[in-house]
C-alpha cells in the first residue's frame, strides 16, 4: 500500500512507476492512492505513482456517514432540509446561540458578495447565520468578512457535488459546510420564507447518514498526464474514515481521528487484495487488478447517488470485495483507454475474457454511456459471447468516432451479464480537434528570443492534462491570442523549459506541450505553476520538464485577455547552475546595498530573493526583503543607518528551474544560492566590504535557509 504521491514526469523516467513494474513482475501487487487534486487540477491530476500502468489506483468517495451536526430550517415545507447534515470547522464550536432557532439570511443581506470574499463595506446590525457559495478565496477569510459584517455564523454550501467536507482550519465566527444540494434547498428556503427564515443546529458532534459510493470533491481523475492511460482503477470509502493516532498526539488527544483523503482509500483495496490473494495465491498481480476492476459496481458523481460516475473519476466503479474475490471471469485488457482520437478515427481493441472459476457459458454484452459522451463517438461490441470452462474467447470493443463528432470525452462501461453478476470494463477516449495540429511554430535554441502575442489569432482558450481549475490561481480560459514555437532535444535531458519575461504584456504564460498540441500539455511540469520542492503551485512565468525525454516539444504562449502584450522569451535546456551574484556596490550615504544577479539559464526568479544581517556579537538580527529590477538585474538591499560594527549579510537567490524540479524535497544547490558577504560599518558611518564575521555568518545564512 502506498498511501502517497507527488507530480508525475515523463514515465519513462519515473523510478516510483518503474519500481512497481518491477514489484510487479516479481509477484508483488501496488495499491496506490490516486492523489487529492481534482479541485485544483481537475482531469488529468492523478499522481504518481498512482500513474502507473501496473498499479492498482485507488480514488476516494463517501462512506455511509459524516461526522457533524443536525441542522434544521424553522418552519420549511421541505422535509429534505429539515434536518439536514452540517460539518463544523475545527473551531470555534457552534454557540448556545445557534441551538435556537435564528435568523438566516444570504449574502446581500450583510453586503457581502456571493462567496464572501470582500470586505462589507460596513457591519450590519442584522444577528444571523450567512449562507455563502465555496471557493474564490479560503474559508478563514470568508468566516473574517462574514464576522466583520456582523454575522453570528456563516454556513458554506459546496460549488461541486461530493459529501460534506471538514474545513481544518479556525475560523473567526462558527463555520459550517453542507453540500451543494442542501445549500441550494437553504437558498429556496430563504426566498420562499423571506425575513421569516430561521435554522438552528445540534451542539454535538455526532454520525449522521450521507448517501454513500459519492465521489469526493477532491479525487484526482484520470486520465494520466504524458501517456493518456484511463486512471483510477476502483474508488473506495476515504471520506470520515476513523483511523488511530498516537495517545501522545497534542493535535488529536483522543485514540481515533476522522481522516480524508484517497489515502485513506487505498487502504481498504488493499485489505480486499490480501484476501484475493488468500483465496487466489498463483494470481498475479495484473489478474488481482483485473478482478478488482471489473467486478466493481456503480460510484456516483452527484451528492444525491444518483449520477452514475465517469470511469475517469471512478476506474471500474466501487469496490466489491465479495465480486473481487470470486469475479467469475477476468477481461485483458480490463480497461480500454483510447487516448485521444480525432473525428474519423476507427480503433478495435480485442478484449481476452477468460473464464476465472464458474465463468463460464453466455454472457450478453451491453454498452453504457456515460451522459456527456459525444453523440459522434461510438463504442460498440458483438451482443453476447460464449465463454468456455477453463478457457478464453476475444471480445471486438470497436469505437468509431464520425467527422462530424465534437470534442469531449467518450467514457463508460461494456457490461457483461450472466444472471444476476455484472461485470464492467471501462472505456474512455478523448475526442480532439486540436487547434495548433496545422499551425506553424518558431523553432528555439538556448538562449533568448523576443515576440508578442499581440495580433496572433486565438486558437485555444484551454490546455490539458491536467486540466486545471481557477484553483490555482490561473485563468481557466486564456482569451489571447498565442504565439507558437517549438524544440527538439537529440537526447535525454536532466531539465528543459521556457521562462516568458513580460515587456509590455500582463498576464502572458508559456505552456509546454508534446508536439503542438493543446491536448498534450507535459503533466504538471507543463503548466506555469511551481511544481517545485517548497513553492508548490505558486503561478509563474515558466513552464517545462525535468528528466526530459528525447523527442520534438511545443510551447505556447498566451494571455488571460484578447489585448496580449510583448515578452522575451528564455529557453534552457540542462540548467544545473544557480544564479551569478555580481560584485556589491555600496550608495554613497552607505545605507542602501546593490548587486546584480544573473543567470544564463531559467532566469532569476525573485521569489527566493531573501536576505538577512547579522551584527558580530549581537542578538538584533535583521530580516530584509531584496527588491529586484528586472530589467536591470539587480537587487536592492536598504539597509538603513548601522551602528558601528562587523556584519555578515546573507544572500539568497535562485532560478525558475527550481520550479520545474519535480522530484526533490528540498531546495536544489544547482538552482537555489545562498551568498554571503562581509561588512564593516565605522563610528562616523562608513561602511565598506571586510572578512566575513565566522559566527554572524552560520546565522545569517540560517536565517535565509542557507544550512
Not at 291 to 304: K, P, R
Not at 518 to 544: M, Y
Not at 545 to 572: E, H, K, M, N, Q
Not at 628 to 647: D, Q, S
Request: aromatic share 6%.
Amino acid at each position: 500500500n502506498l498511501s502517497l504521491g507527488g507530480p508525475q514526469i515523463d514515465p519513462s523516467a519515473d523510478a516510483l512507476a518503474l519500481a512497481l513494474a518491477n514489484a510487479a513482475r516479481m509477484g508483488v501487487p501496488s495499491v496506490v492512492a490516486a492523489g487529492n487534486d481534482f479541485d485544483t487540477r481537475g482531469y488529468g491530476s492523478i499522481s504518481s505513482p498512482g500513474t502507473s500502468a501496473t498499479a492498482i489506483t485507488v480514488a476516494a468517495t463517501s462512506t455511509t456517514r459524516v461526522f457533524g451536526v443536525s441542522g434544521s430550517a424553522t418552519g420549511s415545507e421541505d422535509p429534505a432540509i429539515t434536518p439536514f447534515t452540517a460539518v463544523p470547522s475545527i473551531g470555534p464550536r457552534v454557540t448556545p446561540a445557534l441551538t435556537h432557532p435564528t435568523p438566516l439570511v444570504g449574502p446581500a443581506a450583510y453586503g457581502l458578495d456571493r462567496r464572501a470574499c470582500h470586505r462589507p463595506a460596513r457591519p450590519h446590525a442584522l444577528h444571523a447565520v450567512v449562507i455563502v457559495l465555496r471557493g474564490g478565496c479560503g474559508f478563514g477569510q470568508k468566516a473574517i468578512n462574514a464576522h466583520e459584517a456582523g454575522a453570528l455564523a456563516v454556513i458554506v454550501e459546496s460549488d461541486r457535488p461530493g459529501p460534506p467536507f471538514v474545513v481544518e482550519e479556525e475560523a473567526e465566527i462558527p463555520l459550517l459546510a453542507v453540500t451543494d444540494v442542501i445549500g441550494r434547498q437553504l437558498r429556496a428556503y430563504i426566498a420562499a420564507a423571506g425575513s421569516s427564515a430561521r435554522v438552528h443546529f445540534t451542539r454535538t458532534i455526532a454520525e449522521l447518514p450521507t448517501p454513500p459510493r459519492v465521489l469526493t470533491d477532491f479525487s484526482s481523475a484520470g486520465p494520466t498526464p504524458f501517456d493518456q492511460l484511463l486512471k483510477p482503477d476502483i474508488s473506495a470509502p476515504g471520506e470520515a474514515i476513523l483511523s488511530s493516532v498516537p495517545l501522545a498526539s497534542s493535535d488529536y488527544p483522543g485514540a481515533f481521528a476522522s481522516w480524508e483523503g484517497t489515502s485513506m482509500a487505498a487502504p481498504a483495496v488493499t485489505g480486499v487484495v490480501a484476501l484475493m490473494r488468500q483465496r487466489h495465491p498463483a494470481w498475479t498481480p495484473a489478474q488481482i487488478r483485473e478482478a478488482l476492476i471489473g467486478s466493481a459496481v456503480a460510484a456516483y458523481a452527484d451528492s444525491n447517488a444518483t449520477v452514475e460516475a465517469s470511469p475517469l473519476r471512478a476506474g471500474g466503479g466501487f469496490l466489491d470485495a465479495p465480486g473481487a474475490v470470486a469475479p467469475g471471469v477476468l477481461s485483458d485488457p480490463p480497461v480500454l483507454g483510447l487516448g485521444l482520437q480525432r473525428p474519423g478515427a476507427l480503433v478495435t481493441v480485442p478484449v481476452s475474457v477468460t473464464d476465472a472459476g464458474d465463468g463460464a457459458g453466455l454472457w450478453t454484452v451491453a454498452i453504457d454511456r456515460n451522459g456527456s459522451s459525444p453523440a459522434g463517438a461510438l463504442v460498440t461490441a458483438p451482443a453476447e459471447l460464449t465463454v468456455p470452462p477453463g478457457g478464453s474467447v476475444l471480445l471486438p470493443v470497436t469505437l468509431t468516432v464520425t467527422p462530424e463528432s465534437t470534442e469531449g470525452d467518450a467514457a463508460g462501461y461494456v457490461l457483461l451479464t450472466q444472471g444476476a453478476r455484472v461485470r464492467r470494463i471501462p472505456f474512455w477516449a478523448h475526442v480532439e480537434r486540436s487547434q495548433f495540429a496545422t499551425a506553424s511554430a518558431q523553432l528555439l535554441t538556448p538562449g533568448t528570443v523576443s515576440g508578442s502575442t499581440r495580433g496572433q489569432p486565438d486558437r485555444v482558450e484551454r490546455y490539458r492534462y491536467p486540466a486545471y481549475t481557477g484553483a490555482l490561481g490561473l485563468p481557466v480560459r486564456w482569451r489571447g491570442g498565442e504565439s507558437l514555437y517549438r524544440f527538439h532535444l537529440a537526447k535525454r535531458a536532466i531539465n528543459a523549459g521556457v521562462t516568458v519575461e513580460s515587456l509590455h504584456g500582463d498576464g502572458l504564460r508559456p505552456f509546454v506541450m508534446r508536439g503542438l498540441d493543446e491536448n498534450r500539455i507535459t503533466g504538471e511540469s507543463g503548466l506555469p505553476i511551481d511544481v517545485g520542492p517548497s513553492l508548490t503551485d505558486d503561478p509563474v512565468p515558466s513552464a517545462g520538464l525535468a528528466w526530459a525525454p528525447a523527442g520534438d516539444y511545443g510551447v505556447a504562449i498566451d494571455s488571460a485577455t484578447a489585448r496580449g502584450g510583448a515578452f522575451r522569451l528564455r529557453f534552457w535546456v540542462d540548467d544545473v547552475t544557480p544564479p551569478v551574484l555580481g560584485r556589491l556596490r555600496i550608495s554613497n550615504d552607505g545605507r542602501t546595498l546593490r548587486v546584480p544577479i544573473t543567470d544564463a539559464g531559467s532566469g532569476v526568479d525573485p521569489r527566493y530573493l531573501e536576505c538577512a544581517l547579522v551584527q558580530q556579537g549581537s542578538t538584533d538580527d535583521r530580516s530584509c526583503r531584496p527588491d529586484w529590477n528586472a530589467r536591470a538585474g539587480i537587487a536592492t538591499i536598504r539597509i538603513g543607518r548601522l551602528p558601528a560594527g562587523h556584519y555578515a549579510l546573507a544572500l539568497r537567490s535562485g532560478d525558475y528551474a527550481e520550479s520545474r524540479d519535480a522530484l526533490a524535497i528540498t531546495l536544489s544547490p544547482q538552482h537555489v544560492r545562498t551568498r554571503v558577504l562581509g561588512l564593516a560599518v565605522e563610528g562616523n558611518g562608513a561602511i565598506h566590504v571586510a572578512p566575513v564575521p565566522a559566527e554572524a555568518s552560520l546565522d545569517a545564512r540560517r536565517q535565509v535557509g542557507g544550512g
